[in-house]
């Protein structure tokens, strides 16, 4: 089992900045690909950004590309996603996950999951 806790969510004005973080608990966070995911209201989940087991592979999507980047430090046990020039589209629930690689795009493809951290963008 993997706890994952997420936080460093609030409210930002259009433009600005924000880091979230995810702490994993449990059993080993270098054996699992790790992403993010967000979920505005009335839409699916969908795919943020996952970094490979050792940090040395990324991918995001392409709204958020040059704007978010995702990084790793094994040694923490954590996950984060730097988000800037963020945009009221970005408001949502954001989630990190974890999962054995094998679809790292896809909801499915992970099998650890926080409670969410809510990211408001402001106008």
């Known amino acids: 089992q993997v706890q994952l806790v997420e936080s460093g969510g609030g409210l930002v004005q259009a433009g600005g900045s924000l880091r979230l973080s995810c702490a994993a608990s449990?059993?080993?966070?270098?054996?699992?690909?790790m992403g993010w995911f967000r979920q505005a209201p009335g839409k699916e989940r969908e795919f943020v950004a996952a970094?490979?087991?050792?940090?040395?592979?990324?991918d995001c999507a392409d709204s958020v590309k040059g704007r978010f980047t995702i990084a790793r430090d094994n040694a923490k046990n954590t996950v984060y996603l730097q988000m800037n020039s963020l945009k009221p589209d970005d408001t949502a629930v954001y989630y990190c996950?974890?999962?054995?690689?094998?679809?790292?795009?896809?909801?499915?493809?992970?099998?650890?999951w926080g409670q969410g951290t809510q990211v408001t963008v402001s106008s």
């Open positions: 970094i490979s087991r050792s940090g040395g592979g990324k």
């Open positions: 996950a974890a999962g054995p690689g094998d679809w790292p795009t896809i909801v499915g493809g992970y099998d650890y």
């Open positions: 449990g059993r080993t966070f270098s054996s699992y690909v």
